[in-house]
């Protein structure tokens, strides 16, 4: 009798002690998820990081470029309203003068 109560006894202890294992084992797998889980999360925020000043790079360009093509637009629609101008200055004045005094 005393053999078998040694049994369950050994058992019990043995039994305790697997679980005491495995809760070891399940907090340390937490652990290292919580661990794998920041390094991604530092991963992917360094990745759209990355992508976003990439974008950014990108769009700038595109407007710098839209920026150089508006000014050589105007600074040639400048050049072409100063041309008219020097052409037709003198007759605008002499009609001008003229419309006055007709009044």
């Given at each position: 009798?005393?053999?078998?109560?040694?049994?369950?006894?050994?058992?019990?202890?043995?039994?305790?002690?697997?679980?005491?294992?495995?809760?070891?084992?399940?907090?340390?797998?937490?652990e290292?998820?919580?661990?794998?889980?920041?390094?991604?999360?530092?991963?992917?925020?360094?990745?759209?990081?990355?992508?976003?000043?990439?974008?950014?790079?990108v769009?700038?360009?595109?407007?710098?470029?839209?920026?150089?093509?508006k000014?050589?637009?105007?600074?040639?629609?400048?050049?072409?309203?100063?041309?008219?101008?020097?052409?037709?200055?003198?007759?605008?004045?002499?009609?001008?003068?003229?419309?006055?005094?007709?009044?």
């Amino acid at each position: 009798m005393k053999e078998l109560i040694q049994e369950i006894v050994d058992a019990d202890r043995a039994a305790q002690e697997e679980i005491a294992k495995a809760k070891k084992q399940r907090m340390a797998i937490g652990e290292a998820i919580k661990k794998e889980t920041e390094l991604r999360k530092a991963k992917y925020a360094e990745q759209a990081k990355q992508e976003i000043n990439r974008q950014r790079l990108v769009t700038e360009k595109q407007e710098q470029a839209k920026w150089e093509a508006k000014q050589a637009y105007y600074k040639g629609l400048k050049q072409k309203l100063h041309e008219v101008y020097k052409e037709n200055k003198d007759a605008w004045v002499t009609d001008i003068v003229m419309r006055v005094l007709e009044k």
